[in-house]
């Protein structure tokens, strides 16, 4: 009954540099989520998946941004060329599917860009 | 745009005391108000929903649509109810998968 895993805890990460954010959602959860949280603010969504297929992108800040979850479990969050403004905690979520179902999180990546 | 708004980055109060968090929100359709709590070193977790309108831990929130607001209370604060809470709303329309709109946050204090 492991809860969302997320790896690595902590990235440092040059500017410039490309960094790969990992999520295992709870087994047999359909939905899984994406989010930003900045220093002091509350988590910001970026992106959905269905199982396999992105249904909303609408949160990603730029094309720098990828997210993939090719067999519909484990999902990948890619930054290309970090930037300062990158650094947060990205937070991953999954949920079995719909809005009244609870979404149970991951401790989250704490991305900092140096 | 929907939105959540917590007033209140920092509340304290002592132990005993009631507690009263504050939320308010816009949204044009339908929403779902939920809690969501993080205590120190640990993930954020679910605390309450609108629509199960249970008590969890001796805290309540009741959706006031009239002044858009779902705040959090409790008559008797612990110091163990010390932690970050957020506020979040999600469109409750037939076709939603559940994207969360979150607040800014409220760090809760109860002091011994």
């Known amino acids: 009954g492991a809860g969302v895993s997320q790896s690595p805890r902590y990235k440092v990460a040059k500017r410039g540099q490309d960094v790969a954010l990992r999520c295992d959602p709870i087994?047999?959860?359909?939905?899984l989520f994406w989010y930003q949280q900045a220093l002091g603010q509350g988590p910001e969504f970026l992106t959905y998946?269905?199982?396999?297929?992105?249904?909303?992108k609408s949160g990603l800040p730029s094309d720098r941004f990828f997210a993939e979850r090719p067999e519909g479990s484990v999902s990948t969050l890619k930054i290309q060329r970090t930037q300062q403004e990158d650094s947060a905690v990205y937070l991953c979520?999954?949920?079995?599917?719909?809005?009244?179902?609870?979404?149970?999180f991951g401790q989250g990546t704490r991305l900092t860009v140096v | 745009a929907q939105r959540v708004t917590q007033p209140e980055k920092l509340l304290s109060v002592f132990k005993g005391a009631p507690v009263e968090l504050k939320c308010n929100y816009s949204?044009?359709?339908?929403?779902?108000l939920f809690w969501y709590v993080q205590y120190s070193r640990q993930r954020l977790q679910l605390l309450l929903r609108?629509?199960s309108r249970e008590s969890i831990k001796g805290f309540t929130a009741d959706l006031n649509k009239g002044e858009t607001s779902f705040h959090l209370k409790k008559p008797f604060a612990q110091e163990e109810d010390s932690a970050m809470y957020y506020c979040a709303l999600v469109n409750a329309g037939g076709t939603s998968y559940g994207k969360l709109t979150f607040g800014q946050g409220t760090i809760l204090t109860v002091h011994p």
């Open positions: 609108h629509i």
């Open positions: 087994s047999g959860h359909v939905s």
């Open positions: 979520a999954s949920s079995l599917y719909g809005f009244d179902t609870e979404a149970f």
């Open positions: 998946f269905q199982n396999e297929a992105q249904l909303d």
């Open positions: 949204y044009s359709g339908s929403p779902e």
